[in-house]
């Protein structure tokens, strides 16, 4: 077999794999939003829109691109994710859920704000939010985690936000009144 024959089988298996896990998180998206209110992008768009966003910050910690608060507290998280909408024109942005990592999801920003949490719940992980016409991101992570500089508090279940860069927490923070 070539290497030709050997990476076609390798698309193949990946397209099949894409089509299972977006069948999967159709169904689950289905009980939490009314149906034809949100839209698969396909794959060639997601692929195109990934390749060129923001890459992960290489020092979250040191560069503080992150904001941390207890589940009990998700109404702050809510407020970033509000100062967030606000950069972007438009009434929709785009969502990725890690565990359904087969492309992009087209959503309304209203939809957004109704059902984060169970967006969350569903990835059972994590979501990236992305401006369709940017390039910026914010990532919100549900995880048992230390809180940073509480460390005596010992892990607790939070949730866990990463801005792409920046300029992007510097205008999430002007818009809201989190101290971020």
């Given at each position: ?23 999967k ?10 149906k ?19 890459d ?33 024109k ?49 990532c ?23 801005f ?17």
């Amino acid at each position: 077999m070539t290497d030709k024959e050997k990476n076609r089988i390798v698309e193949i298996r990946w397209r099949i794999e894409r089509e299972e896990k977006r069948s999967k998180l159709e169904t689950k998206l289905n009980s939490i939003l009314p149906k034809n209110s949100f839209e698969f992008l396909s794959f060639e768009e997601s692929d195109s829109f990934q390749s060129k966003t923001d890459d992960w910050p290489n020092d979250k910690w040191k560069e503080n691109l992150y904001f941390q608060t207890e589940l009990e507290k998700a109404q702050l998280i809510e407020n970033i994710i509000k100062s967030f909408l606000c950069l972007i024109k438009g009434s929709e942005l785009y969502i990725f859920l890690m565990n359904y990592n087969f492309g992009l999801i087209k959503l309304s920003k209203e939809k957004l704000i109704d059902n984060w949490v169970e967006l969350i719940e569903i990835d059972n992980d994590e979501i990236y939010l992305f401006n369709p016409k940017g390039t910026e991101f914010i990532c919100i992570e549900k995880t048992e985690e230390f809180i940073s500089e509480r460390e005596n508090e010992g892990r607790k279940w939070i949730y866990e936000m990463t801005f792409s860069n920046k300029k992007l927490k510097e205008k999430c923070e002007s818009t809201t009144h989190n101290n971020v």
